[in-house]
């Protein structure tokens, strides 16, 4: 029986800051990093506390960890590979996380099943995988929400007439983005 290989990730802010959390070493799987998280959660630090929060394609769960970590009521990982989700679930057992929960699956499938409203959602899916405009389009939000996206810089996704983009940064990379979902115009 083969040991899983594991790599670490550290919570940045709030309650768990500087807590490192064990994920699998899974191809395709790259947290979100540091310096990125951190500016990502200045754009977001009025908006995370009480937020009911999606981590869609969940990986390493940096980005869910880190809303919990800053008082987000609740948040839902998505992650389909089995051991990046098994390793979410012990996580937030380490953490005693209980306003959070993992549904091992398609994210795709998910979302088109499940149209709830939450009020942040974070989609960083893996890259070169076609998973993005997918994932966009299946995502039904109510006005106020906020949704993070990371993408490959080539990557020229189409969003909602009414996702208003209220931040943007670029590395040679990838591109991460916050857009706030507006009210539909009046037909």
């Not at 959390?21 to 540091?34: H, I, N, Q, Y």
């Not at 506390?49 to 981590?55: K, S």
């Not at 810089?153 to 969003?159: I, K, S």
């Amino acid at each position: 029986m083969s040991k899983i290989q594991s790599q670490q990730l550290r919570i940045i802010g709030g309650q768990w800051r500087s807590r490192r959390l064990r994920f699998p070493a899974v191809d395709g799987l790259r947290p979100t990093m540091d310096r990125v998280r951190e500016t990502v959660f200045n754009w977001l630090q009025y908006d995370v506390e009480g937020a009911r929060a999606l981590d869609a394609f969940a990986g390493s769960g940096a980005l869910g960890f880190e809303a919990l970590s800053r008082g987000a009521k609740e948040v839902i990982f998505l992650e389909k590979h089995p051991n990046a989700a098994l390793q979410l679930r012990e996580n937030l057992e380490i953490l005693q996380a209980r306003n959070a929960q993992v549904w091992a699956g398609d994210a795709l499938l998910w979302l088109q099943q499940n149209p709830e409203p939450f009020d942040l959602v974070f989609l960083d899916p893996p890259f070169g995988k076609d998973l993005l405009q997918p994932a966009i389009n299946a995502l039904r939000l109510l006005p106020g929400a906020l949704v993070y996206i990371e993408h490959e810089v080539r990557l020229q996704p189409l969003f909602p007439a009414n996702w208003q983009e209220i931040k943007h940064k670029e590395t040679k990379e990838f591109c991460f983005r916050l857009f706030e979902v507006m009210a539909d115009p009046e037909p």
